[in-house]
């Protein structure tokens, strides 16, 4: 036994000291104990999971332009040789993120907020500099080597987990790497920023924008009761960086000799005119009448598709379907909305969580949405899946449970298969119209109250209105200022 632990600890030993490696883009020297391979592979295989539970944002106006956009920026960075991809996810969410290995993701949600190409470049550029200083290796090095046993269990087995995938993507990817690493993926974009011809100012003036956001966020929830809170791009940065604008203008500095190539407003504006506000509706895809695991309750109007070979039990307002094995089942309930809460925060408060892992809202077959992750507790020793549709009146909730796992089978795709299957009861009533986003001209005496009585988007359509045009919490437009508004 002596023997086997001492052999664990020199090859332990050896690979620490093959895990030493140059930062591609600080030039500092660091331990990792993931290989770029390694990093390349990881970063495919949660791509992947990634398309499988979040539609595309079916514009190739908007994609081509983004993807153009992060391209260039891309060339310029530490790590030219990687193969870039630049996503726009059907999110209404207000975010962006990066995976390992050239995955840059922006939600839909956030280009509403964009004012400018420059604006749009510095997201890309900020989240640029996660993927070229490798934040993602960095910190999973962090967290295994805070953890001798996972260690260890790499060394045994000579692999990564994919659970470890999934919470990386969900822990740090998509809600930020931390105070240090944020702050060092500004600079970075920064750089990217001014040797692509744009200001790295554009950076700060991005940062303004979403803190209006979260100051409106904060002033909701007192007036509400809610208890969201914006865990999203720049979170972490306070209003007044000092330490921010110290790298901004290092970047400045350093590439003054770069100069800034101003973008026509009109080819930004021309992209964005249409783009989808709010809920963005769509059918799931079209499934087979006679298909034997569509199961359809006509009384409270709703299909949906479980697994093969599941046995579906309908008790009424609930209905529960089981695998074979027994080892997992989902169970589907039927309310009457009580409340007005944003899905998310129903969630939350019905399982009487303070956070859902990998969660997020959606749009499905005219209904709002909400799904993540919810932790094991002693109740539920494995986490489970949970999600939640507003139909009117209605809710429709739904938990996807594993209770003897079975290591070969991915049960958080069966379950988010099935959820993703969910509709009302099918026939050929079209889809409610999306909100889209429109420019105008300002006219003499023209008021954000004026504008937004005549747009149907709720009771806050004015604060709406003044955040995607940058006039958050006061202020009027000016007589021929371009604006946003929503139709």
């Not at 992060?70 to 726009?88: D, I, M, N, S």
């Amino acid at each position: 036994m002596p023997y086997r632990i001492s052999l664990l600890l020199f090859f332990a030993a050896s690979q620490f000291l093959s895990g030493c490696a140059t930062n591609p883009a600080t030039g500092d020297a660091e331990f990792v104990t993931m290989s770029e391979t390694r990093e390349l592979e990881i970063g495919e295989e949660m791509h992947k999971k990634i398309l499988e539970t979040q539609p595309i944002y079916e514009d190739e106006k908007v994609t081509a332009y983004v993807n153009r956009v992060g391209q260039a920026l891309a060339k310029v960075g530490e790590r030219p040789e990687l193969t870039y991809h630049f996503t726009v996810l059907d999110n209404p969410q207000i975010n962006a993120f990066a995976l390992p290995g050239g995955y840059i993701y922006v939600n839909r949600g956030l280009l509403a907020y964009m004012h400018s190409e420059a604006q749009l470049a510095a997201v890309l550029a900020h989240e640029l500099g996660h993927v070229t200083a490798r934040h993602a290796v960095r910190q999973d090095t962090a967290r295994t080597g805070a953890q001798v046993l996972s260690v260890m269990s790499v060394l045994a087995t000579g692999s990564w987990a994919v659970g470890d995938a999934a919470s990386l993507w969900s822990s740090a990817a998509v809600m930020g790497y931390g105070r240090e690493m944020e702050l060092e993926a500004d600079g970075l974009g920064a750089r990217y920023l001014s040797k692509a011809g744009y200001s790295p100012h554009a950076m700060i003036e991005v940062i303004s924008t979403l803190k209006d956001q979260e100051k409106f966020t904060r002033h909701l929830n007192a007036k509400t009761g809610r208890q969201q809170t914006y865990h999203g791009l720049f979170s972490t940065h306070p209003r007044n960086d000092t330490r921010l604008r110290e790298v901004v203008d290092k970047a400045a500095e350093l590439e003054k000799h770069t100069q800034v190539v101003e973008k026509d407003p009109a080819e930004f504006r021309s992209i964005m005119d249409g783009l989808v506000y709010g809920p963005s509706y769509r059918r799931p895809d079209d499934k087979k009448d006679d298909e034997d695991n569509r199961f359809t309750h006509n009384r409270l109007g709703f299909s949906v598709i479980f697994p093969d070979d599941w046995q579906v039990t309908n008790a009424g307002h609930t209905i529960i379907a089981e695998a074979p094995d027994k080892s997992a089942l989902m169970h589907m309930e039927v309310t009457r909305r009580q409340e007005e809460l944003p899905p998310g925060n129903y969630l939350r408060k019905y399982y009487d969580v303070p956070l859902l892992m990998r969660s997020e809202d959606f749009s499905q077959a005219g209904m709002l949405g909400h799904t993540g992750i919810r932790p094991a507790d002693d109740k539920l020793p494995q986490p489970s899946r949970v999600a939640i549709f507003y139909r009117g009146s209605l809710i429709y909730m739904l938990q996807g449970e594993v209770h003897k796992p079975d290591p070969d089978t991915d049960y958080d795709k069966l379950f988010l298969d099935s959820i993703h299957s969910f509709a009302p009861e099918r026939g050929t009533a079209a889809l409610p119209k999306p909100k889209t986003i429109n420019y105008v001209q300002a006219e003499p005496g023209m008021t954000f109250a004026g504008i937004a009585r005549s747009m149907r988007i709720g009771r806050y359509a004015e604060e709406q209105l003044r955040l995607i045009n940058g006039y958050y919490p006061s202020g009027e437009p000016k007589e021929g200022e371009w604006l946003k508004i929503i139709r």
